[in-house]
């Protein structure tokens, strides 16, 4: 691997008399990562102060780091500065003007990416009907829901936030960046939209949630057989075909007046057809993953498969469509029936057969904390390591269309990253600072922060209690 990585405009002009990517380093203090999870933040309290402007970059030195793209590093450095990754490398020119904190013993990867999860109080598409496109699932999330502060401290920091699965098609998905509140005195941001990824035209990024099996089976409305929900499904694509066709021809005609009436759920279908909207498919047992690929086939849609708890059985058909897949990986026994054959040799069938595998939470089905022991278990049950660590990043950046900008540590790309406290694959690491776009959004050194990671009284409240007897009272912290 080149050791020398993606040298930002700084780094370069630094570098510009030296050979290759040696350099004299200049002479600075370097703050050092204790050991102790407890002190971790204390070392690079400078930081905090104007972090959210990050004007002057900042280099963690000496870690081993994770770039998900090439080989692992032993020993490198990775710079960063308004909000963005300069270098990465085992030799680093380190601009001149860089704060420098030694990350010996530290572990750093890019920030995990989880496709499917459902914190933030969800609630969307209801009784009325099986199939709701026009539902936007970003319409009820609550940016102060607790969920959020677990989901960094488990070193998340991208989310596809869903409706539920109760519907053949539930509503529209969100792609969400925890980022850091815009304001200085604030705990959270203040409003979900600044958690959206924006896409050119300055639309929140999302797919489509979508489900068969028998999630969505019911009483009329909703299907009572698998047959019914393939064919409700089929009905309503076929009216997104003709709603499309119409409009197209009122357009090409010049002749808005004979366009059909605006429907808001046919035309996110439309978004559908034409691929600019993803659809997240719900499926466990084969013969429903099967269905999702006849139907994509006919539709031609973009689909993930989600769960897919018996893809193991029919890895090379899935291969063949081409179709990736965001595999959920179970630690203990239980759930549906539908998920009775699930198995943990699924990534290691699916990764052999060449289809791109993703992992996700369906929090709280695996609480976000745990995220990373789902590629630990995949690891164990014959998935390669790098494959397994690239499920957690990069195949999830790119099935929500994001690999550009996150899922692995680049010169160009989002300061996205963890500092942990050893091996992603063991049970005794530990998330001890996650970063999002260059700003640390978590820390376990910091008592409030770690509450979050380990559960606790206070972790699950929203905001504090103003009752005339608590703590918080008598001007102290309540819960703390």
């Known amino acids: 691997m080149n050791q020398c990585v993606g040298i930002g405009v700084a780094a370069r002009s630094a570098q510009s008399t030296q050979p290759g990517c040696q350099m004299p380093l200049p002479s600075q203090p370097e703050h050092t990562l204790k050991q102790h999870p407890t002190t971790t933040s204390v070392a690079i309290l400078l930081l905090a102060a104007g972090a959210l402007a990050q004007v002057k970059p900042v280099a963690f030195t000496n870690a081993h780091i994770i770039p998900i793209t090439g080989d692992e590093i032993a020993s490198g450095t990775i710079v960063v500065q308004n909000g963005k990754i300069l270098a990465v490398g ?31 109080g969800i ?176 539709f031609g849609f973009r689909v993930v498969l989600h769960h897919v708890s018996e893809a193991w059985k029919i890895a090379p058909e899935i291969a063949a469509a081409n179709v990736p897949c965001s595999a959920i990986v179970v630690d203990s026994p239980g759930g549906k029936l539908e998920a009775a054959e699930m198995s943990w040799t699924t990534g290691a069938t699916l990764e052999k057969a060449g289809v791109h595998v993703a992992f996700h939470t369906d929090d709280w089905i695996t609480d976000s904390r745990l995220f990373m022991r789902s590629a630990a278990l995949a690891v164990r049950a014959g998935m390669t390591r790098k494959g397994a660590l690239s499920a957690l990043t990069l195949e999830g950046a790119r099935i929500l269309d994001l690999d550009r900008r996150v899922g692995s540590l680049e010169a160009g790309k989002d300061a996205d990253f963890l500092l942990l406290s050893g091996d992603p694959l063991s049970v005794y690491t530990h998330v001890e600072q996650t970063w999002v776009e260059g700003v640390k959004v978590f820390d376990r050194g910091n008592p409030k922060d770690k509450l979050f990671a380990t559960g606790g009284f206070g972790a699950s409240t929203p905001t504090k209690p103003y009752m005339c007897c608590s703590e918080n009272a008598r001007g102290e912290e309540f819960g703390q």
């Open 123 to 298: 609630a969307g598409a209801d009784g009325s009907s099986p199939i709701q496109p026009s539902i936007r699932i970003y319409d009820s999330l609550n940016p102060f829901d607790p969920g959020f502060r677990r989901v960094v401290s488990g070193g998340i920091t991208t989310l596809n936030v869903m409706p539920g699965s109760g519907h053949l098609l539930s509503g529209q998905t969100v792609y969400l960046k925890l980022r850091a509140p815009k304001r200085a005195d604030a705990a959270t941001p203040a409003t979900i939209d600044d958690f959206f990824y924006l896409d050119e035209t300055g639309t929140p990024m999302g797919g489509i949630k979508m489900a068969n099996g028998t999630n969505s089976m019911g009483e009329a409305p909703f299907p009572g057989t698998r047959a019914k929900s393939a064919a409700l499904v089929r009905e309503q694509f076929v009216k997104a075909r003709e709603y499309k066709a119409k409009k197209d021809a009122a357009a090409a005609r010049n002749k808005p007046e004979d366009a059909p009436p605006r429907d808001l759920g046919l035309e996110a279908l439309v978004e559908v057809l034409e691929g600019t909207r993803v659809v997240h498919h719900h499926t466990h047992r084969a013969d429903d993953i099967m269905t999702v690929l006849r139907l994509q086939k006919e």
């Open 90 to 120: 085992g030799t680093v020119a380190i601009p001149a003007d860089a704060e420098r904190v030694n990350a010996s013993g530290k572990t750093i990867m890019p920030g995990l990416i989880d496709t499917h999860s459902h914190v933030g």
